[in-house]
């Protein structure tokens, strides 16, 4: 069973315990988000060791 959050990445990922997740997706939204190395802190602990994050940074027709 897989769970699917949606939440504003400016903000503390709060409902998430350290290492709780396997993997985290972040598409088309990482150059909107003012601060980059608190979201990229917040992934990092809540990934569990050896998760998966996959990043997009601009859609792809419009490179």
Do not use: K, Y
Not at 3 to 18: G, H, S, V, Y
Not at 38 to 62: C, D, I, K, N, Y
């Amino acid at each position: 069973m897989r769970n699917w959050f949606c939440t504003d990445l400016e903000e503390p990922l709060a409902f998430a315990a350290d290492a709780s997740f396997d993997g985290a997706v972040c598409a088309l939204v990482f150059h909107h988000i003012r601060n980059r190395e608190q979201l990229l802190s917040e992934l990092r602990r809540v990934l569990r060791p050896g998760g998966w994050l996959l990043m997009s940074t601009s859609h792809p027709t419009a490179d």
